[in-house]
Structures are given as C-alpha cells and as structure tokens.
T-cell receptor, first 112, second 114 residues
Framework: GENVEQHPSTLSVQEGDSAVIKCTYSDSASNYFPWYKQELGKGPQLIIDIRSNVGEKKDQRIAVTLNKTAKHFSLHITETQPEDSAVYFCAAINQAGTALIFGKGTTLSVSS | DTEVTQTPKHLVMGMTNKKSLKCEQHMGHRAMYWYKQKAKKPPELMFVYSYEKLSINESVPSRFSPECPNSSLLNLHLHALQPEDSALYLC?????????????FGDGTRLSIL
C-alpha cells in the first residue's frame, strides 16, 4: 500500500532562515500532494498543495516542489518567522484513490 | 478563524455516558469527514460522507456512530467509549468527494474518557 515518509521529524531554525521538509511516497500513481500546518490547539490548515502535472508552486514565502521521477516532494519556507512554528504534515493519495495518506509530521520551531 | 466549526471544544465523559460531537460548515461543501488524531500523530480517517450518505467507514467500532442530518451538519454519536478513545476528533469538509479535493479542517473536539 501507499507509504509516505516525512523528514525530519523535528526542525529548529533561527528567525529569517529557510526551512525545508521532505516527503517521499511509494505509489507512482499518486497525483495530489497537500501540505498542512497544525498549530497547538488547532486543526490542520491546508497551506499549499501541488498536483502531479506541476513541478513547483509558490505562495509568498511558501513553495512546494515535486519530483515525480524520484517520488518526493518538499515544502520550502523562506524568511521564517516565529509564527511559522507548528507541526507540518505532508500527504499523498494512494494508487486506488481511496485514501489520503499522511506523513508522520515535522515539528518546526523558529526561534527569534 | 476556521470555516468548519466543531462543538464542544473539550469533552470529558465516563465510559457509560452518551454524548455527541457536532460539526458545521456553510461553504456549500458536499463531502464531510471525521478523523481521529492522537498526540504527536497524523490524523486517521474514520468516516466519509458524500452528499449526506456514508461512503467510507474505516472499520470504526460501533461505539462511534456518525450522522449527517443535512449537507451542512455532521454529528458523531459516542456511547460506551474506552479510555483509548481519548483523542482529538477532527471534522473536515471538501467541495466534492475525492481525495484530490482540498480538505478544510475544524479545530477539533478534545475528548477525554475517564
């Protein structure tokens, strides 16, 4: 079945630095890759997503890149701010199209 | 503020109690979901409703009973829960069913079973 591996599990950066979180997926038929941010005491919020016909997507300080050949996709946050501190989850659809599989999450801490 | 509203935010109940969790969205979405999330883990799918009909039940124990009274509301009825059921219960919605449709989550109900 589909497996999504997410690295690193924790990431600490200084304010203003960039942060990169990487996910790999096993099912080559996966075609939709969302990223969620979950702050303490809140539900996951969709921050960006990418589809398999696109290699990169950007929204202000956030970007996602997709490498279909290598079966991995990454979240890039530039000029990090303390309010970026949260748990980030990647996800991918399984081949059968019957489930959204989440990675195990990355806890990002941005210190000022 | 999230556009998916869940009540209550917190719930403490005994193993013999009956309670309900509620979820509401007014975005006109036709698919709604229940997830369970344990601490430091990703959300786990429980149920999916599409056009007010149950389309997916991820082998959830019968002590959890979902209900979709109309296209804006989703309930989760709880009865005879176990301590291991303590978790954050998240509701989500999407414009249509389909895993390539962006899902919008509520902030969840934190449930504690005594």
């Amino acid at each position: 079945g589909e497996n999504v591996e997410q690295h690193p599990s924790t990431l600490s950066v200084q304010e203003g630095d960039s942060a990169v979180i990487k996910c790999t997926y096993s099912d080559s038929a996966s075609n939709y890759f969302p990223w969620y941010k979950q702050e303490l005491g809140k539900g996951p919020q969709l921050i960006i997503d990418i589809r398999s016909n696109v290699g990169e997507k950007k929204d202000q300080r956030i970007a996602v890149t997709l490498n279909k050949t290598a079966k991995h996709f990454s979240l890039h946050i530039t000029e990090t701010q303390p309010e970026d501190s949260a748990v980030y989850f990647c996800a991918a659809i399984n081949q059968a199209g019957t489930a959204l599989i989440f990675g195990k999450g990355t806890t990002l801490s941005v210190s000022s | 503020d999230t556009e998916v509203t869940q009540t209550p935010k917190h719930l403490v109940m005994g193993m013999t109690n009956k309670k309900s969790l509620k979820c509401e969205q007014h975005m006109g979405h036709r698919a709604m979901y229940w997830y369970k999330q344990k601490a430091k883990k990703p959300p786990e799918l429980m149920f999916v409703y599409s056009y007010e009909k149950l389309s997916i039940n991820e082998s959830v124990p019968s002590r959890f009973s979902p209900e979709c009274p109309n296209s804006s509301l989703l309930n989760l009825h709880l009865h005879a829960l176990q301590p291991e059921d303590s978790a954050l219960y998240l509701c989500a919605s999407s414009q249509e069913s389909g895993w390539d449709k962006p899902q919008h989550f509520g902030d969840g109900t934190r449930l504690s079973i005594l």
